[in-house]
C-alpha cells in the first residue's frame, strides 16, 4: 500500500498542474509550491533553531495557534515555520506576524520530504488534527526530530483502523506523541497498540478562550444595536438565509439581525438585500448613517464576525442546511445560546452541546420560529442555555498548556 501511496501521490501530482490551468484555486495550490524551498533558504540559515508547524487551512491554523503563541513566546530564540495544504489558509495568513515563515507544504513525495527537512532542519515538528503525512512523518523519524501530532480526533472508519491501512498505522506509530481531544480517540490508538498518548482536549477551547481576553469593541455594533437585543447569525448559506429571512419578514419582534453571510460576493449580498422587506444595511455603506434606524445590517466583508458575536444575545451558526457547520465555539464562548440546521454530525463540540441543549438544532422555519421566540420568552430558559455554553467552554480549556509542558521536555 506505501508504493501505490506514492505512485498516486505522483500521479496527483500531474493531474493538478492540468487542472490548474481551468481552476483558480488549483493554480495558485500548484504555483504556491513552486518556490517553497528557494523561500525557505532566503529565511533559515543552517544556525537557526527551527520549530516546524503544519496546518491543513485556516480552521486548523486557529486550532494550533495558541500553541504558535505560546511557542512564539516562550522560544524566543526559535524561527517558527508554519506550512499550509490549502490554498485558502494559506492565502489568509501569509503574512500573519505570529510566525516568522509561513509556505506552503510541497506534496508528500519522499524526495520533497527530504528536500524540505533538509531546508528546515527543524529541532521539533507539530502536526494539527488530521494532517499525517507518511513521507514527511518518516523522514523525520529517520532523523530522530521529536514529532507531534496535536488537537488529534480519531473516528472508527479511519484509514489507520481498516484491515487495508498497515501502512497508516506505521507512520502512526513514528510520532513521538499524540494529543487527542477525547477518551474515544485514546481508546482507538490504544486498539492498533499505540500508546504514547494524552487526552488534552481541543486547543481550540483555549483560542476562543482568549478571545473573551481581547477589546471586541465595535462602534457601529454599539450603534446598530443601541438598546435592542440583536441575533447575530454567522456564515450563513441560502439555506440558512432562506428560513431566516422568512422569520425576519413576518415577526413584528424588535430584534435587531446582523447577517454575515458565508458567500459575501456582491450578487448574492444584493439577493439577499431585496429578499428582506425591513429597513436593511450592508457593513460597506455605514459611514455617517444613522445605524439604530435600521432593522438589518449585513456584514458583506470578513474578519468581524468574532467581535460581532461579542454583541449577540442570540446566535445562529451556518452550514448546518448546506456542506457543513461552521464554527460554534464561536459564538458559545460568549454564553449566548447557539442555533444550528440539523446536520451537526461528526462535529465534536456540537455533538456534546446538542446534547447538552446549549446548543439547538432546527429543522425547519417553524421550528426556528418556535425556538428563538421562547428564546426570548421565557427568561429561565435562556439564561439555562447560556450558562451550558460558557461552562462548556470554561470546562474544556488548557490543552495547549499541557502540550507546551510536554515540548518542554524535548527542547
Known amino acids: 500500500m506505501y508504493f501505490i501511496y506514492n505512485i498516486i501521490v505522483l500521479l496527483a501530482g500531474l493531474v493538478l498542474r492540468v487542472v490548474a490551468l481551468f481552476s483558480a484555486k488549483i493554480s495558485l495550490f500548484v504555483k504556491g509550491r513552486k518556490n517553497v524551498l528557494s523561500k525557505l533558504k532566503k529565511n533559515i540559515t543552517p544556525k537557526d533553531a527551527v520549530i516546524w508547524v503544519h496546518v491543513a487551512s485556516l480552521g486548523e491554523f486557529e486550532q494550533g495557534l495558541p500553541v504558535i503563541e505560546k511557542l512564539k513566546k516562550h522560544y524566543t530564540n526559535y524561527k517558527i515555520v508554519v506550512t499550509f495544504f490549502s490554498p485558502s489558509g494559506y492565502e489568509v495568513k501569509k503574512n500573519t506576524s505570529v510566525t516568522d515563515i509561513v509556505t506552503y507544504l510541497p506534496l508528500d513525495t519522499i524526495n520533497n520530504a527530504k528536500k524540505f527537512i533538509d531546508a528546515v532542519h527543524p529541532k521539533l515538528a507539530i502536526f494539527v488534527k488530521y494532517e499525517v503525512w507518511p513521507n514527511y512523518i518518516n523522514e523525520l523519524n529517520k532523523r530522530k526530530i521529536p514529532t507531534l501530532l496535536i488537537s488529534a480526533f480519531f473516528k472508527k472508519d479511519q484509514i489507520y483502523f481498516k484491515s487495508y491501512g498497515k501502512f497508516m498505522r506505521k507512520t502512526l506509530a513514528k510520532f513521538t506523541h499524540v494529543f487527542v481531544q477525547n477518551k474515544d480517540s485514546e481508546s482507538l490508538l490504544h486498539s492498533i497498540n499505540y500508546n ?173 420560529e418556535i425556538l428563538l421566540n421562547k428564546l426570548l420568552e421565557d427568561k429561565e430558559f435562556y439564561k439555562k442555555t447560556c450558562s451550558i455554553n460558557k461552562t462548556y467552554v470554561t470546562n474544556n480549556t488548557g490543552a495547549s498548556i499541557q502540550i507546551l509542558d510536554y515540548i518542554r521536555k524535548l527542547l
Open 196 to 368: 504514547s498518548i494524552t487526552v488534552s482536549g481541543d486547543t481550540r477551547f483555549d483560542r476562543v478562550s482568549e478571545i473573551l481576553e481581547r477589546n471586541n469593541t465595535l462602534d457601529f455594533m454599539t450603534d446598530f444595536k443601541a438598546n435592542n437585543n440583536c441575533f447575530i447569525a454567522g456564515s450563513t448559506w441560502p439555506e440558512d438565509e432562506k428560513i431566516l429571512v422568512e422569520y425576519i419578514n413576518n415577526t413584528s419582534s424588535t430584534l435587531k439581525y446582523v447577517i454575515a453571510p458565508h458567500n459575501n460576493k456582491e450578487e448574492h449580498i444584493n439577493n439577499l438585500i431585496k429578499a428582506i422587506t425591513k429597513e436593511v444595511i450592508c457593513y460597506s455603506e455605514i459611514e455617517n448613517k444613522a445605524l439604530n434606524s435600521y432593522d438589518v445590517l449585513i456584514i458583506d466583508t470578513i474578519g468581524l464576525l468574532t467581535k460581532i458575536y461579542s454583541y449577540a444575545n442570540i446566535t445562529y451558526v451556518g452550514g448546518g442546511f448546506a456542506t457543513g457547520l461552521h464554527n460554534t465555539l464561536e459564538p458559545a464562548v460568549f454564553g449566548v445560546p447557539v442555533i444550528i440546521g440539523p446536520n451537526y454530525s461528526g462535529f465534536k463540540e456540537a455533538e456534546e452541546l446538542v446534547k447538552l441543549k446549549g446548543i439547538l438544532p432546527i429543522t425547519n422555519t417553524t421550528k426556528f
